[in-house]
Every structure is written in structure tokens, then in C-alpha cells.
T-cell receptor, first 116, second 111 residues
Framework: GENVEQHPSTLSVQEGDSAVIKCTYSDSASNYFPWYKQELGKGPQLIIDIRSNVGEKKDQRIAVTLNKTAKHFSLHITETQPEDSAVYFCAASVTHSGAGSYQLTFGKGTKLSVIP | NAGVTQTPKFRVLKTGQSMTLLCAQDMNHEYMYWYRQDPGMGLRLIHYSVGEGTTAKGEVPDGYNVSRLKKQNFLLGLESAAPSQTSVYFC??????????FGQGTRLTVV
């Protein structure tokens, strides 16, 4: 099955600096790559996702890049703010147009701390 | 709009006791999932459902059972709780098998 590795496990940055979190996946059939943000005591919330037919996607201060050949994808947060402090999870899955087998495999998470 | 609601939020069980966790979604989603989250392990899929009346095993299904009798509800059962099942449990749902919306979690402690 799919295996997703996420690095680093913890990351501290100064407010205003950029943060980068990297993930690798093992199943070349994976075609959907979401990123989730989890604040303390809450459930994960989707912040951005990318599909295998796209190399990069951006949403304000957040961007995700995908390298299918190398089987890795990264989350980039620019101009970090204290409210960006949370645990971030990457995930990978194979999606099908109809009902069928489905597995969303998560990385182990990165605890991001933004220091004011 | 409530989204995904989990009941209960906290529970302490004794080894060998049974319990059921309830997940309810009001978004008319076809897909529902149960994950467990342990420190340093990320989120691991226990069971999932692709529609009413269907269930399937995920990565870590042993010791758990599920039922999806109604489209909006997905129940996770522990027949005989073990300390290894101490965890935070998250339910999620999605319209397609892509973006998943998560509940607030159930913190379960088995002593």
C-alpha cells in the first residue's frame, strides 16, 4: 500500500519568514495530494490540495508543489504569522471516478511554531 | 450548518468494556471514514464507507467494527476495549473520495 513520509517533524520559524514542509510518497498511482492543518483540540482542516496533472498551486500565502517523477510534494507558507502555528499533515491517495477502493494515507505530521 | 459531529467527545473505558462512537454528517456526503490519531503516528484509517449499507477495512481495522445503516451516520464499535485502543478518534466525510471534512474528535482512554 501507499507510504507517505513527512519532514521535518517539528519546525520553528520567526514571524514573517517562510516555512517549507516536504513529503514523499511510494505509490506511483497516487493522484491526489491534500494538506491539512490541525489546531490544538480540533479536527484537521483542508488548507490546499493538488492533483497529479498540476505541478504547482497557490492560494494567497500558501503554495504546494508536486514532482511526480521524484514522487514528492511540498507545502510552502510565506510571510508566516503566529496563527499559522499548528500541526500540518500531508496525504496522498488514488482517486477513482466511481465508487471503489479508496485510501487516504497521511504523513505523521509537522508541528509548526511561528515565533512572534 | 453542523458539518461532522462526533459523540461523545471524551470517554474513559475499563479494559474489556464495549462502546460505540457515533458520527453524524449533515452534508449528504456519500463517503465516511474513521481514523485514529496517536502521537507521532499521524492519522490512520480504521474503516470507511462509500455509501449507505457499505463498509470496508482500512489500515488498522482489528478490534473495531462499523455500521452505516443511514447515509448520515457512521458508527464505530469497540467490542472489548484494550489499552492499545487509547487514542483520539476522528470521523470524516466527503462528497467524493477527495476533500474530507473532519469532526472535532473523540478522546478515548482505556484503563
Amino acid at each position: 500500500g501507499e507510504n507517505v513520509e513527512q519532514h521535518p517533524s517539528t519546525l520553528s520559524v520567526q514571524e514573517g519568514d517562510s516555512a517549507v514542509i516536504k513529503c514523499t510518497y511510494s505509490d506511483s498511482a497516487s493522484n491526489y495530494f491534500p494538506w491539512y492543518k490541525q489546531e490544538l483540540g480540533k479536527g484537521p482542516q483542508l488548507i490546499i490540495d493538488i492533483r497529479s496533472n498540476v505541478g504547482e498551486k497557490k492560494d494567497q500565502r500558501i503554495a504546494v508543489t508536486l514532482n511526480k517523477t521524484a514522487k514528492h510534494f511540498s507545502l510552502h507558507i510565506t510571510e508566516t504569522q503566529p496563527e499559522d502555528s499548528a500541526v500540518y499533515f500531508c496525504a496522498a491517495s488514488v482517486t477513482h471516478s466511481g465508487a471503489g477502493s479508496y485510501q487516504l494515507t497521511f504523513g505523521k505530521g509537522t508541528k509548526l511554531s511561528v515565533i512572534p | 450548518n453542523a458539518g461532522v459531529t462526533q459523540t461523545p467527545k471524551f470517554r474513559v473505558l475499563k479494559t474489556g468494556q464495549s462502546m460505540t462512537l457515533l458520527c453524524a454528517q449533515d452534508m449528504n456526503h456519500e463517503y465516511m471514514y474513521w481514523y485514529r490519531q496517536d502521537p507521532g503516528m499521524g492519522l490512520r484509517l480504521i474503516h470507511y464507507s462509500v455509501g449507505e449499507g457499505t463498509t470496508a477495512k482500512g489500515e488498522v481495522p482489528d478490534g473495531y467494527n462499523v455500521s452505516r445503516l443511514k447515509k448520515q451516520n457512521f458508527l464505530l464499535g469497540l467490542e472489548s476495549a484494550a489499552p492499545s485502543q487509547t487514542s483520539v478518534y476522528f470521523c470524516a466525510s466527503s462528497y467524493t473520495n477527495t476533500e474530507a471534512f473532519f469532526g472535532q474528535g473523540t478522546r478515548l482512554t482505556v484503563v
